[in-house]
């Protein structure tokens, strides 16, 4: 098999997009990360489910709560952005409409991060 990487990237032991590796090992991280901290949040709602708007509050202002829930919020959306990365990178063939993508998918991923961030604070300082 011919090797296709230029002589450079072949000293440097570089693929093409340079970043491959940490991308997989990323998103993989996330995933195992996800994992126990979704299972965690299920159980949680499941222990919450039919009680009153203020016990909700209650259990979300505890901080062996609110920390999970952070980690898995930050832990999501990293994961997402990832995930859409690879995706729009290795569809998308347009360099205008590919770069357009990336840029709006980082300030998605930013939007529904900080707001998730601050409705969890928010509960948390406020019960």
Same mark, same amino acid.
């Given at each position: ?5 230029? &002589? /450079?990237?072949? $000293?440097?032991? =570089?693929?093409?997009?340079?970043? %491959?590796?940490? *991308? ?5 991280? +996330? ?31 505890? &901080? /062996?709560?609110? $920390?999970?829930? =952070?980690?898995?919020?930050?832990? %999501?959306?990293? *994961? ?5 990365? +690879? ?41």
């Amino acid at each position: 098999m011919s090797d296709r990487r230029t &002589p /450079l990237g072949r $000293v440097r032991g =570089l693929g093409s997009a340079r970043a %491959g590796t940490n *991308h997989f090992w990323a998103q993989r991280l +996330t995933a195992f990360v996800n994992v126990p901290l979704a299972l965690f949040y299920i159980a949680l709602l499941l222990a919450l489910s039919g009680v009153d708007y203020q016990s909700v509050r209650t259990a979300l202002a505890n &901080p /062996l709560v609110a $920390v999970p829930t =952070l980690l898995l919020v930050l832990s %999501g959306a990293w *994961h997402m952005r990832i995930g859409m990365q +690879t995706i729009i990178e290795d569809y998308v063939t347009g360099s205008g409409a590919k770069l357009g993508l990336l840029i709006g998918n980082i300030v998605f991923v930013s939007v529904i991060a900080l707001t998730s961030i601050y409705a969890v604070l928010k509960i948390g300082f406020s019960s």
